[in-house]
């Protein structure tokens, strides 16, 4: 898909009328390769309410602009993890918008309003092993990679992961957000 030379990304939250845009993110073998392989449509339903109602969880649409429409998925929610409260991040493009730093900037924007939240110091994201290209992007948005882990997901299963750490309150995380934000996409 032609991404306009102009083009940018910004946020906004869920609603009723994205159920088929999760379905694409969820429901296909190829786009949850790395993340358990597809949900149930019910699960699918179920989890387009949490992302509208849930107020621990901090779930946005990525909207291609000028186009206005929705390509991604985005965000961050509260997690326990080895004994300190986190913010676990995750991230979803439609096939066809993939490979033209959508996913790096969408990080960016949620790094942001994490740390506008400012209720936690750290946000941790566990991409498989395999997933090259989320590990790529943790790298480039300046997170730390602490070490690999059996990371549970989804609920049950386990999958090599690596656990990568972003300080949300390090001046050197804002600076690289910022000029990653002040870039177009394409
Ligand atoms: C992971 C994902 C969100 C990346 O989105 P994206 O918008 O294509 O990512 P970006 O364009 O911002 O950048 C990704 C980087 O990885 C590289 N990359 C992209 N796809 C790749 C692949 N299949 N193999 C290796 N590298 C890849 C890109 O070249 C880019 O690196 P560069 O900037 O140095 O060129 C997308 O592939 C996706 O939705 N995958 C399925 C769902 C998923 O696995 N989510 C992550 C769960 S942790």
């Excluded at 961050?76 to 979803?92: H, M, N, T, Y």
């Excluded at 609920?155 to 910022?178: H, V, Y």
Aim: proline share 4%; hydrophobic share 40%.
């Amino acid at each position: 898909m032609q991404v306009k030379e102009q083009s940018n990304i910004n946020l906004r939250s869920w609603s009723e009328d994205d159920l088929s845009l999760l379905e694409r993110l969820l429901g296909d073998p190829i786009m949850t390769k790395y993340i358990g392989g597809p949900e149930t449509p019910q699960k699918i339903k179920e989890r387009l309410e949490r992302y509208r109602k849930d107020s621990k969880v901090h779930m946005f649409v990525i909207v291609l602009q000028p186009e206005n429409i929705g390509i991604g998925s985005i965000g961050f929610w509260e997690k326990d993890w080895l004994g300190e409260a986190i913010w676990e991040s995750g991230w979803r493009i439609l096939p066809e918008y993939q490979g033209k730093g959508i996913a790096t900037k969408a990080i960016s924007l949620i790094i942001e309003r994490a740390q506008a939240e400012g209720k936690r110091r750290f946000m941790h994201a566990f991409p498989s092993i395999d997933n090259e290209a989320s590990n790529i992007i943790c790298k480039k948005t300046g997170f730390v990679l602490q070490k690999e882990v059996d990371f549970e997901y989804p609920p049950g299963k386990f999958m090599r992961s690596n656990d990568w750490r972003l300080d949300l309150f390090a001046n050197e995380t804002i600076k690289t957000a910022n000029a990653i934000i002040a870039k177009k996409v394409g």
